[in-house]
């Protein structure tokens, strides 16, 4: 089973748990001696947590509860899919028009070119790369296009760079609002990362400037996952990629 992380998986592994124990009739404590616990107070807090939809940090958690509570992890997990499925269905649904994907996408068929067209017009490599992000930009899963690939992507498609740079601006308005306080992860060695905390109810580009500034300063590259299911991935040199999936990491 994957590490629940979104509110609508933890709620949903919080209402398993706590729903096998009452079925049981068994308290918390039981359930944490049951489980092997020498300190007591400290596997009650745990499975207190669980049950309160609070993120945990490792697997093993889970799995130690789940043993005593007769719940099947791999069940939980295709419940869970089910979950994050309807979640990314909702987030394709409210995603707003593309802006900067309709005017690159209306410029290119304006020239009858296809993506590994425009791409050769540039001087941009790995030409397979840029197709891709390309693709990913003119679609709307990307949104962050770097000052380079402005000025490439203006030339090849024949249009001044700085209606790239609006329609970017425009769409990045519609980002820019209050958002609950998202995750800020930190690599700290291949495979395993580090949650830290930060300020809550800011806007999305006061969260961008303070992520691309943690990354410059510890020289480390960051992923800032928020509640939408958006992670932007930043580089300590202020290149961003995105995705709409969480980074597959050990949280620690």
Request: proline share 6%; hydrophobic share 35%; glycine share 4%.
């Amino acid at each position: 089973m994957k590490l629940p992380i979104h509110s609508e998986e933890l709620d949903h592994v919080a209402h398993r748990f706590e729903w096998a124990r009452i079925q049981l009739n068994l308290r918390v404590v039981e359930v944490v001696r049951e489980a092997g616990y020498k300190n007591t107070n400290r596997g009650c807090r745990r499975l207190r947590a669980i049950e309160n939809a609070s993120p945990q940090n490792h697997i093993s958690v889970y799995e130690r509860f789940a043993h005593v509570l007769d719940i099947d992890l791999d069940e939980l997990e295709e419940e869970l899919e089910e979950v994050r499925e309807d979640r990314r269905r909702r987030i394709r649904q409210d995603m707003p028009p593309r802006i900067l994907g309709t005017l690159l996408e209306k410029a290119r068929r304006r020239l009858e070119l296809t993506e590994p067209e425009v791409i050769a017009r540039t001087d941009l490599e790995p030409a397979d790369h840029y197709e891709r992000r390309f693709r990913r930009l003119e679609a709307g899963k990307a949104r962050f296009p770097t000052a380079p690939e402005i000025e490439h992507f203006a030339r090849a498609l024949s249009i001044p760079a700085q209606a790239i740079r609006q329609a970017f601006e425009k769409e990045r308005l519609v980002y820019d609002r209050c958002d609950d306080c998202p995750h800020l992860i930190l690599r700290a060695i291949p495979g395993v990362a580090v949650t830290l905390p930060i300020p809550s109810r800011r806007s999305t580009k006061w969260y961008l400037e303070y992520a691309d500034e943690y990354a410059s300063h510890r020289r480390a590259k960051v992923c800032l996952v928020f509640k939408d299911g958006r992670s932007v991935y930043i580089n300590p040199d202020g290149t961003r990629s995105e995705c709409f999936e969480p980074p597959y990491m050990t949280i620690g």
